[in-house]
């Protein structure tokens, strides 16, 4: 079977149509979601999308910071960059469940978005005071959320998973792309678990190498 590599996994994404699902598993999968939450609201000349990108933040860890970061490197005005950019953040498992099933596909037709990125979509779940039975229903009610955006076909939907949960399997195995994003000495490695080019490719297989050998801050 022939390996398929790619450069970084922003050209991973970019290759991908509208209407999948993509999952970014490992400790910097919230960053490289962050950065493409940039890039996506770029014209496309620049290498962006040319979109308004909603984000939704179920672990509260996003950086704006790290947001203005990256407008400087590409000589964009922050303010301009962020009002493409709808943020949502979650306090609770069930606040997220209202954002994500009620809230956002509202927000997807009033500013006419094509990108989704929810951020540590599962960390919440890691409270030992919620019951594993009604973690799951939530859970499914989330997925039910996400498959009705694929059955829209215009909207690309990035979802992250930072922290390890009972529950990512759930999440895991309805993703069209999964990739995994981890440390490498001082740069990131990316493993490619799934592709929907390699649609017989098993969790797991080792049948595609390490395809991002390089700063996080160098992608683009």
Do not use: W
């Amino acid at each position: 079977m022939r390996e398929t590599s790619f450069s970084s996994p922003v050209e991973i994404v970019e290759r991908l149509e509208p209407g999948r699902v993509a999952v970014f598993t490992g400790k910097y999968a919230e960053t490289v979601a962050e950065f493409l939450c940039f890039r996506g609201q770029l014209p496309r000349r620049h290498g962006g999308l040319d979109t308004a990108v909603v984000f939704i933040d179920g672990g509260n860890c996003s950086d704006p910071y790290l947001f203005a970061s990256y407008a400087r490197e590409y000589i964009v005005s922050p303010r301009a960059a962020l009002e493409r950019v709808v943020t949502s953040r979650a306090f609770t498992i069930y606040q997220l469940a209202n954002l994500v099933t009620r809230e956002l596909p509202r927000v997807i037709d009033e500013r006419d978005s094509k990108f989704v990125i929810i951020s540590d979509i599962l960390s919440m779940f890691n409270d030992p005071s919620i019951d594993a039975r009604e973690a799951g229903r939530v859970i499914e009610a989330i997925k039910g959320s996400l498959r009705q955006l694929k059955k829209r076909g215009d909207v690309f939907v990035l979802v992250t998973l930072t922290a390890k949960t009972p529950y990512d399997h759930l999440i895991t195995d309805s993703a069209d792309l999964l990739l995994n994003l981890t440390p490498a000495n001082s740069k990131v490695a990316a493993m490619l678990l799934r592709h929907p080019s390699k649609p017989n490719l098993q969790l797991g297989e080792e049948i595609l190498r390490p395809v991002l050998h390089q700063r996080y801050r160098r992608y683009g």
